[in-house]
């Protein structure tokens, strides 16, 4: 009777965990309301502690955030993700995208 409450992993989260990356932009928003998109970070890898997922690029982190309270969806070309939700790095909502080095 147990195996209902397990919970199932998120599979995006399980196929971006340790994945090498390319590139990360931020999306951001100019004065007059058009999206542009910053590069903040190349090379580096995704990894996944416990409950918090972390960028890295770098020494440095770039997204540092709760597991759960992120939203993930995979790019349609396969060769990233975006990732939504609060950063603790910069302590408030980010919106990013993460490109894989190698997405085949």
């Not at 580096?44 to 759960?68: A, H, M, P, S, Y």
Request: aromatic share 12%; hydrophobic share 35%.
């Amino acid at each position: 009777m147990f195996w209902f409450s397990k919970r199932k992993k998120n599979p995006v989260l399980n196929e971006m965990d340790g994945r090498e990356v390319k590139y990360v932009t931020r999306r951001s928003y100019k004065a007059d309301g058009s999206p542009e998109e910053i590069i903040v970070g190349q090379t580096g890898r995704i990894v996944l502690i416990d409950k918090e997922i972390r960028i890295l690029c770098g020494e440095t982190d770039v997204f540092k955030g709760d597991v759960n309270a992120c939203e993930y969806f995979r790019l349609m070309s396969g060769n990233g993700i975006t990732v939504t939700g609060f950063n603790n790095v910069i302590e408030k909502e980010d919106h990013i995208t993460v490109y894989y080095k190698y997405h085949r």
